[in-house]
């Protein structure tokens, strides 16, 4: 088990955690810079992206993995749609709504794949610890499965996996669940009529 990050509290007031957020968010996705983006950074962050293991630790993989493999690979129509966000002492967790259209190559998402032209909306998790008011590391996690089901590498008839239906879910609802166990004779929840 990794041990919890020793943390000496100052500056990381709920409020500082979620303008420390802010800072390093705008740096990456609106202004695109990489000097401005680790600034926000302590020396030894680190960045892992779960699902295909890209980032970087440390201030020199991380300007190699931000100048070279992420803010200059991210399409112009990128949107983000806030979800939920926790606010902790020194952690904040994000849930949200990532949309692009893979027109460019993006390697720190879909590692050699050449852009397909097609929409991706996919729901995405980013934990971030803030230790002494900049950020230690980024946790972000999203469902792999569904951004390749919408590029069109994984067939969603052939496997229990969903596409862009999983991201409509999470911002709505009260749309239809259990629908992959209604195929193939898989077991399926009973509802009890009232």
């Known amino acids: 088990m990794a041990k919890p990050e020793k943390n000496d509290g100052t500056n990381n007031r709920p409020g500082s955690c979620a303008q420390t957020m802010g800072g390093h968010v705008r ?7 990489t000097d401005d983006t680790l600034a926000t950074m302590v020396d030894d962050a680190y960045v892992n992206h779960i699902p295909v293991l890209t980032g970087g630790s440390g ?22 749609t806030p979800v939920s966000r926790t606010i902790g002492e020194d952690q904040i967790v994000d849930e949200m709504v ?26 995405l998790v980013a934990i971030v610890r803030v230790r002494n008011g900049k950020v230690a590391h980024e946790h972000i996690y999203w469902d792999q499965a569904s951004v390749l089901v ?33 195929r193939d004779g898989a077991t399926q929840p009973t509802t009890k009529n009232k």
């Not at 201030?59 to 983000?80: A, G, H, N, V, W």
Request: proline content about 14%; aromatic content about 10%; overall charge negative.
């Open 98 to 123: 990532f949309k692009f259209t893979h027109t460019i190559p993006m390697d720190w998402i879909l590692p050699g794949i050449p852009p397909t032209g097609k929409r991706v909306e996919v729901p």
């Open 27 to 33: 740096y990456e996705f609106s202004t695109r810079n």
């Open 150 to 182: 919408q590029i069109g590498l994984l067939d969603p008839a052939e496997l229990p996996v969903a596409g862009v239906e999983s991201a409509k879910k999470v911002l709505d609802p009260s749309l239809p669940a259990n629908e992959l166990m209604q």
């Open 59 to 80: 201030q020199d993989e991380l300007r190699e993995f931000y100048s070279k493999c992420f803010i200059p690979q991210m399409p112009p129509d990128t949107e983000m």
